[in-house]
């Protein structure tokens, strides 16, 4: 084999190595990006729709560590404000911020979900 056939041969072994290993990385970095807050709302609102009409809802834009776990994974706090037979039901939720997982969700009084909205 000559030497120019054996470089050949090395560059597009090279050449294709290099074309995987920047796709893994490319699919890597897509996958470890944050969701835009905006869907995963819009996600969480259908589910909580199926059950009720939706009155309201909020979330935060910006990532908080939630300390619930001791992963202390990074999410969205956000609420929900739903008709339920009679009355008016408020939510509050933690969402992975990578996934739109609802990690937590648990029903406040009117005036708890109030105060976190004014502070958020």
Do not use: C
């Not at 969480?44 to 009409?53: H, L, M, N, T, V």
């Not at 509050?92 to 009117?110: C, H, K, M, P, S």
């Amino acid at each position: 084999m000559s030497n120019q056939t054996r470089d050949n041969i090395l560059g597009g072994v090279l050449l294709a190595t290099g074309l995987i290993v920047g796709a893994a990385a490319a699919l890597f970095v897509k996958q470890n990006q944050p969701l835009n807050a905006g869907l995963v709302l819009k996600e969480i609102k259908a589910d909580f729709a199926k059950e009720g009409a939706i009155e309201g809802s909020w979330i935060d834009y910006d990532a908080i560590e939630y300390p619930v776990y001791t992963s202390k994974p990074l999410v969205y706090m956000g609420g929900i404000t739903r008709n339920e037979a009679d009355r008016k039901a408020y939510y509050q939720f933690a969402a992975d911020i990578y996934t739109g997982e609802v990690l937590d969700v648990y029903e406040v009084n009117r005036e708890n979900f109030a105060n976190s909205v004014d502070q958020n």
